[in-house]
């Protein structure tokens, strides 16, 4: 499949399932300590805003999203803490968690 043949994320829709729900320790301390609420990072992944990512990563995103392969975001609090959630490829679960625990 050529690149310009994806379609490019809505920003407002979800474009994939997320699966079962699953969250690290790491990741919910973050969350807390940044008063963040996991639920705004989950919309903003299912809707195609992959947050922190250089161009590769989108791009490959953008293929997965296609091609049925893993999605990651990454997202930056206000704490300067970054959180990641990641998409199986089969669709089956999402997790958030921090990069060192990866």
């Not at 973050?30 to 903003?44: E, F, T």
């Not at 992944?45 to 990563?57: A, K, N, Q």
């Not at 930056?76 to 669709?91: C, F, N, P, Q, S």
Request: charged share 25%; hydrophobic share 40%.
């Amino acid at each position: 499949m050529k690149q310009n043949d994806l379609p490019p994320p809505t920003g407002t829709a979800p474009c994939f399932r997320l699966g079962r729900l699953l969250a690290t320790p790491g990741a919910l301390a973050a969350l807390k300590k940044s008063q963040s609420h996991p639920i705004a990072l989950l919309v903003r992944h299912v809707c195609g805003d992959w947050g922190e990512l250089d161009d590769e990563d989108r791009q490959q995103n953008e293929i997965a999203l296609v091609e049925g392969l893993r999605l990651l975001s990454s997202y930056v609090l206000e704490t300067g803490k970054t959180v990641w959630v990641i998409t199986e490829a089969d669709r089956s679960v999402t997790t958030l968690l921090l990069p060192e625990e990866y």
